[in-house]
């Protein structure tokens, strides 16, 4: 049961994106966040009422992270069915099939970090390491999901600002540093919370704990700059940055590992993700400013896809 339940909810999770980009085409871009935010809110409130009533055991986890699945995808399928019945195939440009492709790489490595999706860092930590240094690892890096989060949230507004009017700079501008203010926010709780939530025996990553929260916020400011770059039509320039931010990424842990342990890989993830940022804001000032006409993120060619199939 357990594995079949796993296999479904990856599944599930991977469909997800797929109806927020079908969202998105249909430039429902409320519909989209609130399907980003979905699954991780469900799961967090049912990790909180599982507490509450101290049933938290890794079946009830489990079972918690199978609902959010369950329960994303199905809203999700509700929002696309009701938003692609308002989309006329013949208002959508067809791209021919090669273009589609590329762009879809492009964006692909735009949206999914090699460094992030395949987590680098935990692979090389249990490599260098070894598994208990896994765990404090991962113990750390815990609370940098929520500016993270926060990050991918935003990112599915930033679409709509940018479209709205050249006002909306302001605003955008805010979406991107309000995951790093974020994660600089946390920081200073991270000791205190990693005591809390984990017990003393997790002291030793107070300080790790602290540099990945920093870490995660910009992680966060990053997706929504990549979101800016590809409505600017700049999916190739953000896709290379991601690239080579995990290549710089990889180099830093090996060299700092050895030295610092977990600390010196928390380090080298904080560097790979300020510098990967800062790439970021570099490019999306620049495409911004260009007279290059914007291109709705998340490609109309998935919202053209659903309607044909409808039709």
Known sequence: MVVVGGGVSSFLFAVIPVQMGVLAGCRRYASTALLQFLPPGLYSLVLGVLLILRTFTVETVMYAWYLSALVGAIVGYLLVKAASSRVSPSSVRVRSASSIRRRGLRGLLSLHSPLESFRLDQLLVVSLG???ALGYYVAGLSLANLPKLLGQVLATVVPARLSSSPGAVKSVVAAVLAPFVGGLLIAPLAPWAITLLFGGQFNDVRVVAALLCVAGGAMGSRKVLNEVLRFKGQDGIAAKTELAVSVVYLLLVVLTYRVWGL?????????????????????????????????????????????????
């Open 130 to 132: 070894s598994n208990s």
């Open 263 to 311: 600390l010196g890989a928390a380090t080298a993830l904080l560097i790979a993700s300020l510098g990967s940022a800062a790439l970021g804001g570099l490019f999306a000032r620049r495409a911004y400013r260009s007279k290059g006409a914007a291109t709705e993120a998340g490609g109309n060619g998935l919202a053209l896809i659903w309607s044909a199939r409808r039709g």
